[in-house]
């Protein structure tokens, strides 16, 4: 009788070893749960972020990188133009644009704290949203959610390198007026109309200031993406799950 006890007792535990063995060769994956889920998706958010504002924020972040590098608008060539004309003109207005694209990236070594605001604040709908968008839902959740407070901190950055003086105590800013000014008393002569000149009205420090966010967004946008689609940007266990292995 004991011989058939100790004879069952082996084969049990040997079915158990068996066992756990396939147990650690597959192991089993629980669902994520709804809080797992907007985790993940807060993770990966604060990652991408981090990471488009630290290359933003580097020295030549903006201005280095061709494709989010802030230009003066076209309705500024009068203005480059006319500095052409003078002797190292064509270097005050580059100079002018290295400026420019210098204090966009001072402003976005500052950017983290306010993506972390709306990263905290997302709500699991929020999260849910974005996992089943588009794949750029996390940027556009983003963009709506700190635009205003992005602009308000760029802002002041851009104006202040407009307002520096670029020669003979005329700003930026001032040349840009002067001959916009001047310009939109032509166009908007008969004679002006009648040659069909446009006049220009654009704010020059708002119009900048949201061509350094195009950039922000783009690389955020560029950061959601590789998160997305490739499986070794996803840097841990949640992050993986929740967007695939």
Known sequence: MKRTIYLLLAITLCACAELTKIVENYPISLPLTETE??????????????????????SNGYYGDELVKILLPKEADIIV????KIPGGDKLIEDVVKRINH???DAAKEAGPVFWGAIKNMSITDAFNILKGENDAATQYLKSSTYQQLFDLYNPQIQTSLDKEIAAGISTNESWESLTTKWNLVADNPFGKMAGLKPVNIDLDAYLTEQALNGLFVKIAQEEAQIRQDPMARVNDVLKRVFGN
């Open 37 to 58: 889920v907007a985790n993940g998706l807060r993770e990966a958010l604060r990652v991408g972020t981090d990471t488009a504002s630290a290359q933003l924020g580097k």
């Open 81 to 84: 133009k006319n500095a052409s």
């Open 103 to 105: 204090a966009a990236e």
